[in-house]
């Protein structure tokens, strides 16, 4: 057989799963500024759907913004004024950071440590890349 049919043999025995390029979307942040403050409320269903650990997003956001951030019950209290769109900008950095696979792009990643190295694992492609501890 040539190239072209085995590769063709190939593509057909995959499964269509591997063809469909679901979209990934992250929740818009909502929240209001309150005097020097700003709160986020939906800030844990955001850490849901991106599937990481709220405190490890938390540290990145903090020191991304330069700011104190508390969390008070369902929400987040940010210790300035910050526009929306800056923490939104934010949470697309950590994404691309700690979420998103390197080599697929796709979102199912995990978080792993190995002799204290934090790697990022993906579930979809298997890859495995080495990324800063936060």
């Known amino acids: 057989m040539d190239y072209k049919k085995l590769l063709k043999k190939a593509r057909k025995e995959l499964p269509e799963s591997v063809f469909v390029k ?62 929306a769109s800056m923490i939104n900008e934010k949470i697309q950095k950590y994404a691309k950071e700690f979420v998103l696979c390197f080599e697929c792009g796709k979102p199912d990643t995990k978080i792993i440590v190995e002799n204290n190295v934090s790697y990022l694992r993906c579930l979809a492609c298997g890859a495995k890349y080495p990324i800063k501890s936060r």
């Open 22 to 83: 679901e979209r990934f979307e992250i929740p818009k942040v909502r929240g209001h500024i309150q005097g020097n403050k700003t709160i986020i409320s939906n800030f844990f269903q955001i850490a849901d759907t991106l599937r990481r650990n709220p405190s490890h997003m938390i540290k990145f956001l903090s020191k991304e913004l330069a700011t104190p951030i508390t969390k008070q019950g369902n929400l987040l209290i940010l210790g300035t004024k910050v526009s």
